[in-house]
């Protein structure tokens, strides 16, 4: 089969056909005389997603120009290094190795002091809360979204379960036992404790708006079909002390600092450095791999 090219929209009032600007060319990326290869750019997009090619482009630009830097760093140091294994098979390559142990050397991070973590804990407190559990008791009539009939009687089922519990709410545990299609009927129910996200958002939206011991009064819909909800008990999230979470607080104010660090080191490297075709901008830490 042969493929036509279509030209009727680029033909001009002169019958000329109208050809298609070139694509710009952009100058290459040189770092102090080593050239940074366009399909190596290419490649490296693919680490930084991004909805706009240009923009992942330019991130990966940034990101082999900053590699560039550190491994001339370390041929003028005359640092060799012992690749290292990283998991799952995989290992680090000698140049990565070398790089390590530059910014080991280089980058030197004070640890973080107890009056830091202490001083993090007691203005972000609200950090460091244990979740809130909801005690809960459902009972599930099943029918998908697509199936309108099984939908319809889903919803009386529900209604009439709930009409009964009204009157007689002693018997949810029988009820569920005999008519809920969820697992949870042969323990009358009951879901143990729930934390936001263990259920679906339309489960929960109703769940978290009852007080404790209150049926919902309506059945409630997800895609699993219709829920007869009721909430026995909310225990309230609380502050963890300050001895749990002191460690997890030193290791975040820590690779804080090791950021900062980082990017004021490469920072100084551009700053010696002769850099064309890119603007690097403010120095981004994060983009050392």
Partial sequence: MTTVLDLTNNVLPNGKVKVPPKPKSRPPIVVNGVEIAIDDVRSEAQNHPSDKPVQAFEQAARALVIRELLRQETLVKGIAAEAEALGDGLKETDEDAAIRVLLEQEVIVPTAEEADCQRYYQNHSNKFCSETLYEARHMLFAALPSDETARA?????????????????????????????????????????????????????????????????????????????????????????????????????????????????????????????????????????
């Avoid at 569920?176 to 263990?198: F, H, I, R, V, Y």
């Avoid at 309230?236 to 104010?253: Q, S």
Wanted: proline fraction near 6%; charge should be negative.
């Fill in 153 to 289: 009687d889903a919803k009386t089922a529900a209604e009439a379960a709930i009409a009964t519990l009204v009157d007689n709410p002693s018997q949810f545990a029988s009820l569920a036992l005999a008519l809920s299609a969820c697992p949870s009927k042969e323990q009358g129910g009951n879901l143990g404790q729930l934390t936001k996200g263990s259920t679906v958002p339309e489960f929960e939206t109703v769940l978290f708006t009852l007080e404790e011991g209150q049926l919902s009064p309506v059945p409630v819909p997800t895609p699993f079909g219709y829920h007869v909800i009721q909430l026995d008990r909310v225990i309230e999230g609380k502050t963890l002390p300050f001895d749990m979470v002191r460690g997890r607080i030193a290791a975040w104010l820590e690779a804080s600092s090791w950021s900062r660090a980082v990017s004021q080191y490469i920072g100084i490297l551009v700053s010696k450095a002769e850099i064309d075709g890119i603007d690097l901008g403010a120095v981004d830490g994060s983009l050392v791999q």
